[in-house]
Structure formats: C-alpha cells, structure tokens
C-alpha cells in the first residue's frame, strides 16, 4: 500500500490550505454574467459564505473590489487584474486572466488576500493530501457514475446504449477497486493483530 494523505508523517502534509478554504473568481463565471459582451460592465458576485466582489470590465482588464479580513481587520481592496486571449481552432477567443503576481495565465484567481493564482495562493486542491484508500474510493464512485447510466445509482445491470466491451470493462475496474480495498483492509487488521 501506497504511502500519502492526510495522516501525520504521510505524503504532503494535510496542514496547506485547499482551495476550498478561499474565495474563487472564475473567468468563466464572469463571461456566465455577461461581463466581456461589452466595452465596460459591472458584474456583482456573491458566495454562499456572505462574501460579495464587484468587476469593473474595462477593455483588456478588470478591477475587483471586495472586503476582506486581515489580521489587523477588514480592508477594502480594489486590484486590477489583465485578460489574456488565446485563439480557439474554430473561432473566437478563450479569457484568461493574468495572476498579478506572477503574471501567469490560470482561469481562476484565490482572494486570500490579495487576488492570485492557486500556487501564488499557496493552496492545494483536496485531493492532493488523499491517501491510496481516500483515491481508490473516488475510482469507485466515478465508476459507479458511468455505470449507472445517469440514473444515479448503479443496479448491476448494462446502461441502455452502452457498448457491451466497455460495461465489462468498467465492471472489471469496478471489481478491482473493491478488492483493492479489501486487501488493504486485511493487510491493515494483519498488522495489528486482528482476524478477519
């Protein structure tokens, strides 16, 4: 069994911040609100959390204002940030944004603070501090997801309109994965002394 996750000693330490623990601004959510379609706009976003930003869209860039808490207390912020475009094959352009601080291209900038890319942000995505057990049961379910055909939960039984080759394919992984498990459960409790 693999070493990683989120035991203490094991793979990169659970201690970074996920990217669940910031305030995410997509590019995409402000084309979504219609905010590139003309030569100035002014988009609110809001968070489950009460956090609200307003873009100003101006040409090639956009200014985030947005409150955020220091250690010290809440300061406004008004940061401007660049767009870059690159050429899709059949036409028009994708947006990116330019991270401030780095300058690179990334879809997405973190307010933890000051706005930034994930690594400028010093954020980790969840699934980075998953140990082999935690993957092998994302495995699991996105095999589950394919299975079932959309219907939500898989009966064992061939989605209508699926390949036949490729149910006993995903069936086979499907049954790997739980043995997997099951053989790292019986190398756990042999460890420490228990009998299955």
């Known amino acids: 069994m693999s070493r990683g996750g989120s035991r203490y000693g094991a793979g990169r330490p659970a201690s970074h911040l996920k990217t669940g623990a910031a305030i995410r601004v997509g590019v995409r959510d402000l084309q979504r609100h219609g905010a590139f379609e003309c030569a100035a706009a002014i988009v609110g976003l809001n968070w489950s959390n009460g956090a609200t930003m307003r873009a100003h869209v101006e040409g090639d860039s956009v200014t985030l204002e947005y409150r955020f808490k220091f250690s010290e207390g809440w300061r406004d912020i008004s940061k401007r940030v660049a767009i870059d475009r690159t050429p899709c094959h059949y036409g028009g352009a994708r947006l ?6 780095c300058q690179g291209r990334t879809a997405s900038l ?3 603070g000051w706005p930034g890319c994930r690594k400028c942000s ?3 995505y969840p699934s980075q501090s998953d140990d082999a057990l935690a993957r092998s ?15 939500g939960e898989w009966n064992y ?3 209508k309109g699926m390949r036949v080759a490729t149910f006993e394919r995903l069936k086979a992984a499907y049954w790997r994965e739980e043995e ?3 053989d790292a459960l019986a190398l756990f409790a042999a460890r420490w002394g228990f009998r299955l």
């Open 96 to 101: 990116w944004f330019l991270c401030p601080r």
């Open 110 to 112: 973190y307010l933890r």
């Open 122 to 124: 010093r954020l980790v």
């Open 137 to 151: 049961w994302r495995r699991t379910r996105k095999l589950e997801r394919r299975l079932s055909g959309g219907t």
């Open 157 to 159: 039984r061939r989605p």
């Open 180 to 182: 997997w498990r099951d």
